[in-house]
């Protein structure tokens, strides 16, 4: 057993995009569980947009010089509660780390399906699937033949609705991503119908060119300049579901999105957003409709691999530039299997 650990503390406030200055490994002696707890050690990582609002000085955000927080799957590999077995894989939300002490109520342990990895449990199965089925089914109320435009098409919420969605009957595919070769890899390998790349033009014009005939839809990673597209794009009763504003994360200072506030009324348009943490109650809904998917081929997983712990942070900052297709996930390399990665590690 490796006697030492590492964490990754937040040193700074970034204004704009956060660099690798922003942050610091630090090392210290393998924690000791109390009674009641266990030792994990931490095999798979998340990173995730939501990261990056929380290094801000914001209520419950990161506190500098601390230990951050993010969804991780380990294996306990010393407990002193009955609760927790050792060698027992479970997942919990003290990122950012390479060991963490738990609780038996800090944890969940997961379910294993046949032919299903663990990495799903951060991307398909885990809080990103979970984003996009509560966006489809709770908060859109998707029906059969609807029309769909999704911002940020080629993220890990983004591929999870396209794929959803299709599964879900949903009529035309429409996306927005930040390359051609990322409208490519949409159109060829998720399932939509057609993508374009925002940095092309107005996004309205873009919007009007691949979905002429409007949507009924609109999930909405991004906001700004799209999320005013898509109020002049949709129809009648339209729905705009609100998951983030990844525009403006790392500029706060953009100008809010300007768009005619009649249609809102005019349309009977109907916009909401959620925090997925309020709706946990779906988690056993969602394996009932997706496990059987994964197993039989019908829905694959979009990742983007990153071996190593002392990646962590490049994994992030790259996902805040566009550099990942698919939930991004950092792995420790001694997990690295060919039947449980969907992509090879990003090199």
Do not use: C
């Not at 190593?308 to 996902?319: C, K, N, P, T």
């Amino acid at each position: 057993m490796n006697e030492t650990a590492l964490t990754v503390h937040q040193t700074a406030r970034p204004h704009g995009f956060p660099t690798a200055e922003h942050f610091a490994f630090v090392e210290s002696t393998l924690p000791d569980p109390a009674a009641g707890s266990a030792l994990v050690e931490n095999l798979y990582w998340s990173v995730d947009p939501y990261h990056r609002e929380m290094m801000d000085d914001v209520p419950g955000g990161f506190a500098l010089d601390a230990p951050l927080e993010g969804r991780t799957i380990g294996r306990v590999i010393a407990s002193r509660t009955p609760r927790l077995a050792e060698g027992e894989i479970v997942l919990h939300r003290q990122g950012w780390r390479t060991h963490a002490v738990v609780s038996p109520e800090e944890i969940r342990q997961l379910p294993r399906f046949d032919g299903v990895p663990l990495t799903a449990y951060l991307s398909t199965l885990g809080g990103t699937g979970l984003t996009a089925y509560v966006g489809l089914t709770r908060i859109a109320r998707l029906q059969e033949g609807e029309d769909l435009f999704v911002s940020a098409a080629a993220g890990g919420v983004g591929t999870a609705t396209g794929r959803f969605a299709r599964l879900l009957g949903a009529g035309r595919l429409v996306g927005s991503a930040g390359s051609a070769a990322k409208a490519g890899h949409l159109t060829r390998e998720v399932g939509y119908d057609a993508v374009f790349d925002y940095h092309d033009g107005p996004a309205a014009d873009l919007l009007g060119k691949a979905a002429p005939g409007g949507i009924d839809v609109f999930v909405d990673n991004v906001g700004g300049e799209q999320l005013a597209a898509a109020v002049g794009a949709l129809r009648e009763f339209g729905r705009i579901v609100r998951i983030g504003t990844i525009s403006q994360y790392n500029t706060p200072d953009t100008p809010s999105p300007r768009f005619n506030y009649a249609d809102i009324v005019e349309k009977s348009i109907r916009m909401e957003g959620f925090l997925v943490s309020n709706y946990r109650d779906t988690q056993e809904e969602l394996y009932e409709f997706a496990v059987p998917h994964l197993q039989s081929g019908r829905l694959a997983l979009d990742e983007t691999v990153v071996d190593g712990f002392e990646r962590i942070v490049d994994a992030f900052l790259g996902m805040l530039h566009g550099e990942n297709t698919g939930k991004i996930i950092v792995r420790d390399p001694r997990q690295a299997s060919p039947r449980t990665d969907t992509q090879p590690p990003v090199s």
